[in-house]
């Protein structure tokens, strides 16, 4: 849109002109010069002193922010489809104060300055159309940039402070109603600018535009009481309406700001629309005074027609051309009005005017003379033509009727189509190409503009195309409205703006092809063309020489962009590749070659994945142009490549060029491209055509590990018009695996000769060659490849790799012909021999081409490796030939035996042939047997029997692997598997280094009762025959199953190979089984406390025990304090029982308590500290199993010691029942055993000491028993049993009492009782005693008892027995009184009986006070009451003893 005036196809908006908020240097510069002409105008007034201080800052911010919201909502675009309010009001045109509208054209008369504004018009012979003009881009200039509809003056008051004057002159003024007195100075000012404003008014009046002002008030006016007087006085001496003309803008905010603008300038929209009404009236009625159009051709006989018509005749200009004017007039200010509906009414009018003056002779104007083609008038009214149907078809989008702006748009163009033959500017001259281009362009634009504003486009339906009236519509046209039911007319369907773009592209095709043309005929640029024979009417000298100056080029790269932007936007997949190809060609005739390369390569891919091989075809003779001209091999020796696939159609010719190329560049040293050597080029077949197709596939899908299996790789050619035109001499193909162990490598090693014959009769040495003829004329030849030699170096002749890195693996090697001749099937027939369980992938094929110069690889991997990549949507090669429908069954080339014919056998279903070979081991035939009796114990040698059974069809040499499977992965395993549990044994008992091993290595088999082991294991195991193995298992501490997996491997013959080299393959059987481990004992414990607990008197007699002296405990190694030492026998009852089903003997049962667990310790820290080896550990690690592990075992050790807890064997003597000292003892299943120990425990303090301690446990040597049984030749084992925790005594006042033996009947005797405190606090006790039948006391009933820390009180009680047997003692009743401590250890259930004090509420302070019971330890009691214990001795008779 840039090559027309921007006045003709801007959207035109109301203008609005604001003065006061810009000083003169920020003033525009139009504004600026167009003032310069009426300097006879009112002068403004004087101006006034600058402001300064705080209220000048304000007023400046104020006025900044009110132009900057004035400014905010103007919209210069060539769109704006917003009507009324809801959209941008006014185009505002900031000014200087001084601005004055421009005076009219009376006052000017008036006044005699016509000359200094300058006329539009064409009666003025100063105008620029004088003449016979049309219409100027100034004219709308000047009515969108200097006569607004609005004019809004900006002013503020005076004010004193911002004068900046002393306090002399402060102002004088009474607030007291309207008799006030008002500052003279104030008046003054205020009289100057009501005048002022007074004649702006005025002079807005004689134009008829709308005229306000706004006054901008400062902080001091806010405190003014005369400010609204002040205000009322300049509005109504300025003549101003209150409601619309004038408005006060206190100091606000710019929200505030902002708002107001906008109120402001909806406020004056209605005065705008006024005007333009007026405008419109105003020129309607000018047009109806005008004469008939048949007066214009005879104005000598229209005297009378009065001054206008004398006028009229005076310039020259049609009665048409009037009418064009000011219909013109009226449509730009109905588009200012915003009435779409009446601008576009009066633009049809005036472009149907200007359509009939193009004509040789005029219809609306009879007798009148078209526009002179070539000249300056035919020149404006042609760009004139262009503006007004740009408008219009603008304004019809507007409307919502695209159909009808894209009908008046092909209108235009047929028009001037038929017009340009008339001035003999027809298709054959680049002018009119030149002009039809840049309507498609400017109408594309107008489009893509709009569809960004937001319009739409329509989706075409039948009958939806509605066509509106137009002036000069020719009748026919309406015959395009007899189909509306029927379909769609495309030529009447409004599309994106990317069809304009690329009809323009074309346009500047042709312009440039006629435009060269033109240059051939004419190639002088000083010399105007002369007419001729083959141009009569050839094109102007300034014609040509401003075409010479356009990159024709450049523009229709420029256009196709454009256009396969617009086509990408809107998802047109198919356009927007042909785009491209325009796009890429264009580079190239620019010679822009790595531009168009880039292009060809984007849309070829597109093209080969669709398989629109005649495009690509195309693109490829292109693209091959471009790499040459770049000097890229790489990528012609690529495009050879595909350009020889059958499927790019081409002739016999052209393919032999293409073929006699790619030979030429690979195998000769003349060709150009061959001066360097080339990099490595490696070609991913699928991504482009080949010219052959080759496939890999397995003969089986399975396989055993070390056995032959065989491959083909088939490379097949077409015939035909397809066909290779010769043979074509690749140098290796490479077959890659999964393990690169297996790749192979056939090679042609023989120098490369185009005169070499076809039936070269020479034969390699490890390859057999068979040929073959089939039905339709196809060649099958078959190699046999598989005597392939391994290459440790893994590399050619040449050093590199086709990958461009050094082969570090080795590779097997042969050698072979690999020539590829038309319509053949070349198989290559190869075989891998995998030494490992996995699945053998092929992963490509690489066919080579090594020359001097050239390195070249086409790899086709597999399907499977396409997947893996995701590249499942390219094109792959698992393509048919032509005479084969994709088989249900997938083929393989077999040779006769004995005879040279081929023959394609079927092999399994499926379409597609096999890429993977699963290497699984050789199915054993042999069985395997377990035989043990389950469950079994923990700690014991456990046996197994492992049974292996020859079924083979030869005898076997085995080997067995047995593997105990741990528990938990992630905790180190203490269970062991081994063959020798004796040798276990002693390694134990010497507690030499020793690991647990869970796994038994390559254990040799041999047969069962076999006379010499070393000769059956040399000769194997006779088929059929059975061998055994014995293998033992110990599991520790966990009772859970174990499972075991054990391994028979073997090889076996699978026959010999060419050579008759035996072919051996690896067997391997796993059988797995689970053992059930369970505990062989479970002990119960009982600890019965010992009448003869006391506390350590140490040796001072008498003394108070917090006197005495303190000793050194030879146990603990610590000093023991006699106050604070607690010293208890307990007789603890261990019952033992044989939890399992089996018998089991047992050689020595040991309690190992105290200091015997500590020397377990203290060895295992000393051998660790010797040894710094972990595996020095394992005997006491076997000692502790169990029942006592190395950490807890240090655990206990030391919360004893800084507890100060010491436990002992006093009485070893004990034997348990029913065990001898010297002999071995047989438990049977269920079998009960007691032992009896008595023990002493020593507290240093008991206070400290923990609830329960752990005694010890029991240590047994034992082994399984069983009658008859050759399996109780195992050694003895040993098992720590745990033992049930013993819970201590609570530190707390307690009760010893000494009797006599027994008591007589009516024999007094004494009881005396010990009251001991263990604690460090002090206890007062209350003591009652209680009667009891039987029993006589005499002494106190009820007394108080103070008791020191860590001391004891000893009372005596005289009795008097009555009644002989157990009598019950007078009870001692003490109770404790004491506070209740809080978050002590738990007491001991059944110890403690709580009561209420009396006389005490509940708990103040951290418990609550309560009675505490003092109990009697030591001592026979019998139950009374339910709950309370009572002290009891024998009585007996009075006369006579009891034995």
Same mark, same amino acid.
């Given at each position: 849109m840039d090559t027309y005036p921007p006045e003709f196809v801007i959207h035109l908006q109301p203008t609005l002109i604001v003065t006061g908020l810009t000083s003169l240097d920020n003033a525009s510069d139009s504004s600026h010069q167009d003032q310069k002409a009426f300097n006879d105008s009112p002068p403004p007034p004087p101006p006034r002193p600058s402001a300064q201080g705080s209220s000048t800052s304000a007023l400046e911010f104020q006025k900044s922010t009110l132009l900057q919201a004035m400014l905010s909502r103007n919209n210069v675009s060539y769109w704006d489809n917003t009507k009324g309010l809801a959209g941008s009001l006014f185009y505002v045109i900031p000014e200087q104060r001084s601005y004055v509208l421009p005076p009219t054209r009376k006052f000017l008369q008036q006044t005699g300055q016509q000359h200094l504004l300058p006329s539009l018009s064409p009666t003025s012979s100063s105008s620029p159309l004088y003449p016979d003009g049309l219409i100027s881009p100034v004219f709308v200039k000047r009515h969108r940039e200097q006569i607004p509809s609005v004019f809004i003056a900006i002013v503020d008051l005076w004010d004193r402070e911002s004068t900046g004057a002393d306090g002399e002159h402060q102002r004088n003024f009474s607030d007291k109603g309207p008799l006030g007195v008002i500052d003279p100075m104030e008046r003054e000012h205020d009289i100057v600018l009501a005048q002022e404003l007074l004649e702006r008014r005025k002079a807005a009046q004689e134009r008829s535009v709308k005229f306000a002002t706004v006054i901008l008030l400062q902080r001091s006016h806010m405190e003014d009481p005369a400010i609204e007087d002040r205000l009322n006085f300049v509005r109504k001496s300025a003549g101003l309406d209150n409601k619309n003309s004038f408005y006060v803008l206190p100091p606000s905010?710019?929200? +505030?700001?902002?708002?107001?603008?906008?109120?402001?300038?909806?406020?004056?929209? +209605?005065?705008? !629309?006024?005007?333009?009404?007026?405008? #419109?009236?105003?020129?309607?009625?000018?047009?109806? $005074? &005008?004469?008939?159009?048949?007066?214009?051709?005879?104005? #000598?006989?229209?005297? $009378?027609?009065?001054?206008?018509?004398?006028?009229?005749?005076?310039?020259? &200009?049609?009665?048409?051309?009037? !009418?064009?004017?000011?219909?013109?007039?009226m449509g730009m200010f109905s588009e200012c009005k915003q009435d779409i509906d009446n601008a576009v009414k009066h633009y049809e009018s005036a472009y149907g005017l200007l359509i009939d003056m193009f004509a040789v002779t005029s219809t609306i104007t009879p007798g009148a003379q078209g526009l002179q083609a070539r000249t300056r008038r035919w020149a404006e009214a042609k760009v004139l033509a262009d503006c007004l149907c740009l408008k219009i078809c603008k304004f019809h989008l507007y409307l919502d009727a695209p159909s009808t702006a894209l009908f008046h748009f092909r209108r235009h163009l047929l028009v001037f189509k038929a017009f340009s033959e008339s001035w003999r500017m027809g298709d054959d001259s680049f002018e009119y190409w030149a002009w039809l281009g840049k309507q498609y362009r400017v109408f594309g634009d107008l489009l893509d503009i709009g569809t960004k504003s937001g319009f739409k486009l329509p989706v075409p339906t039948p009958g939806s195309i509605v066509y509106g009236s137009f002036a000069g519509m020719t009748e026919g046209s309406k015959d395009l409205n007899k189909f509306s039911g029927i379909g769609i007319n495309p030529m009447l369907v409004l599309q994106h703006a990317g069809f304009f773009y690329h009809q323009a592209a074309n346009c500047s095709v042709q312009r440039r092809l006629h435009f060269e043309m033109a240059e051939e005929a004419f190639p002088d640029s000083t010399v105007a063309p002369t007419p001729s024979a083959s141009r009569p009417y050839p094109p102007s000298l300034q014609s040509m020489n401003a075409e010479r100056g356009i990159d024709h080029l450049a523009l229709t790269i420029e256009l196709l962009t454009k256009s396969y932007e617009q086509f990408k936007r809107h998802k047109s997949g198919r356009m927007t590749l042909f785009l491209a190809s325009e796009i890429a060609g264009t580079y190239y005739t620019a010679g822009k070659f790595e531009m168009a390369l880039k292009f060809f390569e984007r849309i070829g891919k597109t093209y080969r994945k669709e398989g629109w091989n005649l495009i690509l075809t195309s693109i490829l003779k292109w693209s091959i142009q471009c790499a040459k001209e770049l000097g890229h091999w790489e990528n012609v020796v690529e495009y050879l490549f595909e350009m020889m696939s059958p499927d790019m159609p081409s002739t016999e010719a052209k393919r032999q060029s293409i073929f006699d190329e790619l030979v030429s560049i690979l195998y000769t040293d003349i060709h150009p491209a061959n001066s360097v050597t080339h990099s490595p080029l490696i070609l991913s077949m699928p991504y482009i055509n080949s010219f052959v197709f080759c496939t890999v596939q397995f003969q089986h899908r399975q396989a055993f590990v070390s056995s032959a299996s065989k491959f083909q790789v088939q490379l097949s050619t077409f015939n035909g018009s397809g066909a290779l035109p010769q043979p074509f001499r690749i140098s290796f193909v490479q077959v890659e695996f999964s393990d690169p162990s297996l790749n192979h490598r056939f090679e042609d090693l023989r120098p490369y000769s185009q005169a070499e014959e076809k039936n070269e009769t020479q034969s390699l040495e490890n390859t057999k060659a068979i040929s073959m003829k089939d039905r339709t004329g196809r060649t099958i030849e078959w190699n046999d490849c598989s005597k392939c030699e391994l290459d440790a170096t893994g590399s050619s002749p040449d050093s590199e790799s086709v990958e461009g890195e050094s082969r570090s693996q080795s590779i097997w090697k042969s050698d072979v012909r690999l020539d590829i001749h038309p319509f053949e099937t070349k198989v290559l027939e190869g075989v891998i021999m995998p030494k490992k369980e996995q699945t053998v992938k092929v992963v490509k094929v690489v066919l080579g081409i090594v020359t001097d110069h050239w390195n070249v690889a086409l790899e086709f991997p597999s399907l499977e490796s396409l997947h893996e990549l995701d590249l499942s949507g390219l094109q792959t090669q698992q393509q048919q030939l032509p005479n084969q429908d994709a088989p249900p069954r997938r083929k393989w080339l077999d040779v006769i035996e004995d005879s040279t014919k081929l023959v394609f056998r079927n092999l399994d279903k499926g379409v597609r042939q096999p890429t993977e070979l699963r290497v699984v081991p050789r199915e054993s035939k042999v069985e395997i047997k377990t035989l043990f009796k389950s469950p079994a114990y923990l700690d014991e040698y456990f046996p197994v029997v492992i049974r292996v059974k020859n079924g083979e069809t030869c005898p076997v040499q085995m080997e067995m692997d047995v593997d105990l499977q741990p528990i938990d992965a992630t905790i180190e395993s203490l269970d062991s598997i081994l063959l020798d549990p004796y040798k276990m044994a002693n390694t134990l008992a010497s507690s030499k280094n020793h690991h647990a091993s869970q796994s038994l290595r390559g254990i040799k088999l041999a047969c069962r009762h076999s006379s010499s082991d070393s000769e059956d294991t040399a000769q194997g195991i006779p088929v059929g025959k059975w061998a055994e193995q014995t293998v033992f298992i110990r599991a520790l501490e966990i009772p859970t199953p174990r499972t075991i997996v054990c391994k028979v491997r073997y090889e076996i013959s699978t026959g010999t190979d060419g050579q008759n080299v035996e072919k051996r393959t690896l067997t391997e059987k796993l059988h797995s089984f689970r053992v059930l481990f369970i505990p062989p004992f479970d002990a119960e414990v009982d600890y019965v406390p010992q009448s003869n607990v006391s506390t350590d008197k140490g040796t001072t007699g008498d003394l108070v025990p917090i006197l005495e002296p303190n000793n050194v405990d030879p146990a603990l190694g610590s000093v023991l304090i006699p106050a604070l030492t607690h010293k208890e026998q307990y007789l603890m009852s261990t019952r033992v029982n044989n939890e399992g089903p089996w018998p089991v003997q047992v050689k020595e049962v040991k309690l190992v308590i105290g200091s015997a667990m500590d020397a377990l310790l203290d060895m295992e820290t000393m051998v660790a500290g010797m040894t710094k080896d972990p595996s020095s550990m394992e005997p006491v690690v076997h000692t502790l199993a169990r029942s006592h592990s190395i950490s807890r075992a240090r655990e206990r050790k030391r919360m004893l010691h800084e507890s100060g807890v010491h436990v002992d064997v006093v009485d070893e003597n004990v034997e348990p029942t029913g065990v001898q000292s010297n002999g071995i003892q047989e438990w049977r299943s269920g079998n009960l055993v007691t032992f009896n120990h008595l023990i002493e425990v020593v507290a240093a303090d008991l206070e400290l000491a923990p609830e329960q301690i752990e005694v010890g446990f029991l240590h047994v040597k034992w082994r399984r028993f069983e009658e008859n049984s050759a399996e109780n030749n195992i050694p003895f084992t040993e098992t720590n049993v745990p033992l049930q925790p013993l819970s201590l005594p609570k530190a707390e006042v307690f009760m010893t009492v000494v009797l006599p033996n027994y008591a007589q009947v009516n024999q007094p005797f004494t009881a005396r009782y010990t009251i001991h405190n263990p604690t460090g606090r002090m206890h007062e006790l209350a003591m009652t005693v209680e009667p009891t039948e039987g029993m006589v006391y005499a002494g106190t009933m009820q007394t108080t008892v103070k008791i020191l820390p860590y001391a004891s009180h000893a009372i005596q009680m005289n009795c008097y027995p009555l009644n002989a047997g157990l009598v019950r003692l007078p009870r001692l009743k003490l109770v404790v009184n004491k506070r209740k401590p809080v978050g002590r250890r738990a007491n001991l259930k059944g110890h403690q009986q709580q009561a209420q004090a009396p006389g005490q509420g509940q708990g103040q302070g951290q418990g609550v006070q309560g009675d505490v019971i003092v109990k009697v330890k030591g001592a026979r009691t019998a139950s009374r009451s339910g709950s309370s214990e009572s002290v009891v001795i024998f009585v007996k008779p009075e006369a006579g003893t009891i034995e």
């Open positions: 905010t710019a929200p +505030e700001i902002n708002d107001f603008a906008v109120n402001l300038q909806r406020s004056q929209y +209605e005065g705008s !629309m006024n005007y333009y009404k007026e405008q #419109v009236k105003r020129h309607k009625k000018k047009k109806s $005074n &005008l004469p008939a159009t048949s007066a214009s051709v005879r104005p #000598v006989q229209q005297q $009378n027609a009065g001054v206008q018509q004398s006028a009229l005749q005076h310039q020259g &200009l049609s009665v048409q051309g009037w !009418m064009l004017r000011y219909e013109f007039k």
